[in-house]
């Protein structure tokens, strides 16, 4: 979601004017909340979801459905019915990039107890009534990563034709402005990113090759200028807006850590697990988009794994150690400083440095990488937070619930037995372009650490690794699939799962809880070793055995149609799918036990 300010917001070119004033005291403001805190300890654990919606509307007389443009009424209610009346509800809800999305949070994080993973299921299950209950009778919530129409013709509803020639936001061939939302950060971070640019977002998306298709696919483009034609790229599919990518939804979680060192630690350890679930005009050269994996680690034992070319600030280096910040922070708020600020306010220019810190989350927040580390906000009883970002979203609350769990639970697994998953990020990133490739989670092939107890019991504050004289040169990693990472393989790797199953073996967990976590490990089991389908390959599966499917890569209103109903029937438990999500073991009808803390 971002930085939300409200205010009038400024072109580029005004917004540029500033953009150096942004970073100086963007970087006073970090400063200031560091020293306010770099010595905060003992943080209780807390932790939550972010799960961003889609809203849809069916026309069953047409078999079509469409994306639903009500984002902004619907959240106005939610929020008039929720925390404006009681700050204790159970559910908040927040505006995303577009028009017919919605993001929902639990109302307040969950804490320490292993009883508190029983009540995420619950709690989504909560957020998707609460949005179902405002919908007119053809409409629904559905979490899937990307409406597979988007950008087609006439896909929103009410129906907006794009305006490429007229002056607008995105000027795309295919994404009507009236699919963003309202606020003005969305909007202005459309326009002033084209601005910027000198020209619209290019975005080429392999496509899928089947029999029926021209080889090499050439795309042919109505209304254009010009510019699609020179920006697409033979055998891709062309999109030209930022809808393409924050129009899509996704899975995300944020964990509290009890102290600065403990967040840097969690942040380099879980950005190495991302794989696994998975410009011109500028005043720098940058290897990287803000759309990326991480650049480089944040804790002592992750430096010597730092192989990537980095991209710092010099200035802003130099005033960050000058201001008493070590060498491996400095250099990572150094890097993210080197872009643009994208939205600016012109009421937000001249701030308080002491007590807010806009212009430091102005570059921040426009940085939208795998992981994220997150300073406290001013004068607040929040902690130092880690964000994990790199998951797609579920179609059930069941499924959505198990990611979470597993990401929660791996962290527990991780700081308490101080495991080390590193790895140099030259191979996180090769890792991340397997990702990416179709059927990975069944054929590809990761680097992966061996021996990830061979630290033995590095302290985090220290990272005794290092202090214990073990040689870090012999430290070895291997290409493991994603079935010997989840679930391991004799001689080669433990396996995460059986390493969380250890773990809660230790743990007094009560019945009910336990088997709510043996469900979702289960699922998390099944997937990686290949017995269950991802919803990926579910969703390919879907439209190449529908009999109107001509194996010409097409997915038509009747396809569509039909491919979401099937995902509301089964996001709403009308339908089984096994599999796609397997048997649950049932749960026992009476529990009992006590709580215990994770």
Not at 79 to 94: D, I
Not at 425 to 435: F, G, M, Q, R, Y
Request: charged letters at 25%; one cysteine or more.
């Amino acid at each position: 979601m971002g930085l939300l300010s409200e205010g009038s917001p400024l072109n580029w070119e005004e917004t540029k004017r500033y953009a150096d004033h942004v970073r100086k005291h963007g970087i006073i403001q970090f400063l200031n909340i560091y020293n306010k805190v770099k010595d905060r300890q003992k943080d209780v654990l807390k932790w939550g979801d972010e799960v961003e919606y889609m809203l849809l509307s069916f026309d069953h007389e047409h078999k079509k459905v469409q994306v639903l443009l009500q984002g902004e009424e619907i959240l106005h209610e939610l929020q008039n019915r929720g925390e404006k009346t009681n700050p204790n509800h159970p559910t908040l809800w927040r505006p995303e990039y577009g028009s017919y999305m919605i993001e929902g949070t639990p109302g307040q994080p969950y804490g320490g107890t292993m009883a508190d993973f029983n009540t995420v299921e619950a709690n989504m299950k909560l957020r998707r009534h609460e949005v179902f209950s405002l919908l007119k009778v053809n409409g629904t919530i559905c979490t899937i990563t990307a409406f597979p129409r988007l950008g087609c013709h006439q896909f929103t509803q009410p129906v907006y034709e794009p305006k490429p020639i007229e002056s607008g936001a995105s000027k795309s061939l295919f994404f009507p402005d009236e699919a963003i939302n309202k606020h003005p950060r969305f909007s202005t971070l459309t326009r002033n990113i084209r601005h910027r640019r000198g020209e619209k977002i290019a975005i080429n998306v392999p496509i899928y090759k089947d029999t029926n298709i021209s080889s090499p696919f050439i795309e042919k483009f109505l209304n254009d200028d010009g510019e699609a034609a020179r920006a697409t790229k033979p055998d891709h599919i062309y999109m030209d807006a930022m809808g393409f990518g924050m129009g899509n939804c996704c899975l995300q979680v944020t964990f509290q850590a009890c102290s600065i060192s403990e967040a840097r630690y969690l942040y380099d350890q879980l950005a190495t697990i991302c794989p696994i679930v998975p410009r011109k005009h500028s005043k720098y050269r940058i290897s990287k988009s803000r759309y990326d994996s991480i650049d480089s680690y944040l804790s002592k034992c992750g430096e010597k794994y730092n192989d990537l070319e980095l991209t710092i600030d010099d200035e802003i280096y130099k005033q960050l150690r000058e201001g008493g910040i070590d060498h491996l922070l400095a250099q990572h708020i150094a890097h993210l400083f080197i872009r643009d600020p994208l939205t600016l306010y012109a009421e937000r220019i001249h701030m308080d440095d002491a007590n807010e810190s806009d212009h430091f989350e102005n570059i921040q927040s426009t940085n939208w990488q795998t992981m994220r580390f997150k300073p406290p906000p001013p004068n607040s009883e929040i902690g130092w937070r880690v964000e994990f970002r790199p998951m797609e979203v579920q179609l059930t609350d069941f499924e959505n619930s198990a990611y979470v769990v597993f990401v929660v639970l791996l962290t527990r697994v991780i700081l308490s037995y101080k495991l080390d998953f590193l790895l140099p990020l030259s191979k996180v990133d090769e890792n991340l372009i397997v990702a990416q490739k179709r059927n990975a989670v069944c054929q590809g092939m990761f680097y992966f650490r061996k021996d990830i107890y061979k630290a033995g019991n590095p302290v985090v504050d220290g990272c005794a690794c290092a202090q214990n004289g073990i040689d870090l040169d012999t430290e070895e990693y291997a290409l493991m699939s994603i079935d010997t990472i989840i679930n391991g393989k004799e001689g080669v790797f433990p396996g995460l799962i059986p390493i969380i199953n250890s773990y809660l073996e230790n743990m007094e967990v009560d019945v009910d809880t336990r088997c709510s976590i043996l469900n979702y490990l289960k699922l998390i089991r099944k997937r990686a070793s290949g017995e269950l389908m991802t919803t990926a390959c579910w969703l390919r599966k879907f439209v190449a055995n529908h009999p109107d499917y001509k194996q010409d890569s097409v997915v038509t209103e009747k396809i569509n149609y039909d491919l979401i109903m099937k995902c509301d029937q089964i996001a709403k438990g009308m339908h089984d799918c096994p599999k796609l999500i397997g048997q649950p073991v049932s749960k026992p009808k009476h529990s009992g036990g006590k709580h215990s803390t994770v």
